[in-house]
């Protein structure tokens, strides 16, 4: 069986024959009918994210769909057959395990999450990973709720889609994009203000800012532009670390919190909200023998929307 694989920092994806895994006990595999990539795998190959990393050559991919081809003897929550997905994890496939840039993937079965009918592979494999991480960090982390007026930073894969659930929720949205190319997107959207930098909104009175760009200016202007008592949630990790206006942190009495993924209820949650037509991601649609070009593409700023690779 072929599969993307990270084999040492600095180098690139590279495929590779693998022999094909059979499940454990508490396991399933899953045959992978769509993978999606990610801004992650580019922090596993130039050594941001590797430290996560358990071992080497590793099987990246940790945004996938697909339906299930075995089970393990004490696997009894989804038959042969199943459509299913599986948010992204830090102790999931393309992490923790082999992930699903491989045509099947074993999974532990608690990981896994039913697949609706009548939504689209693509769509369901950006749900687990964008979807969700969004979706959290604008309700769960976030707190946005009706009348709010909330600030993104950032609008790839998951900002557009964070735009979007905080819309959905009846907030005003203001949006923030360096690359001035989607900015006519952030409009379609619905966002009330668009601009390169957050600071541009600093009269608006911001309740919440979400950083989904995370390149340590970004948190800082966010830190910034947000009103006194505001909320400051970071998701993007564009560098390891950043800087902030202390003060302003301070004398504003702002909060600065974390988000990072989701929950399989929350994946759950975005599901629901795709077969509704409420939320959905923009997409590029490759080929599995072209993953490895898709990650170049992404890290040099080449994709609006997410990269999804159909099987």
Known sequence: MRAWQFTEVGAPL????????????????????????????IGYLDGTLTPL???????LGHE????????????????????VVVPAAIEGPGTSSNG?????VPVRESLVVPLPDGIPWDQAAAATDAGMT???????????????KVGITGLGGLGSLGAQVARGLGAE????????????????????????????????????????????VTTSEAVETVRRGGRVVQVGLGV??????????TLNEIELVGSQAGTPEECAEVLRLIAEGKVASRITRIDFDEIGDGIGRLERGEVVGRLVALY
């Open 14 to 41: 590279t495929l590779r024959e693998i022999p094909e895994a059979e499940p454990k006990e508490d396991e399933i595999v899953v045959e992978v009918k769509a993978a999606g990539l990610c801004h992650s795998d």
């Open 53 to 59: 990393l358990p071992f080497s050559p590793i099987t």
């Open 64 to 83: 996938i769909a697909g339906v299930v081809a075995a089970t393990g003897s004490g696997a009894t929550r989804f038959s042969v057959g199943d459509k």
């Open 100 to 104: 699903g840039f491989q045509h099947r």
């Open 134 to 148: 969004s979706y959290r960090a604008v309700t769960t982390q976030g707190r946005v709720r009706e009348g709010m």
């Open 173 to 216: 949205v203001y949006v923030a994009e360096t690359n001035e190319a989607v900015h006519d997107f952030a409009r379609e959207l619905g966002a009330a203000g668009v601009d390169t930098s957050i600071k541009a909104f600093a009269d608006k009175g911001l309740d919440v800012v979400v950083d989904f760009a995370g390149f340590g």
């Open 240 to 249: 390891a670390e950043g800087t902030v206006n202390l003060q302003a942190l």
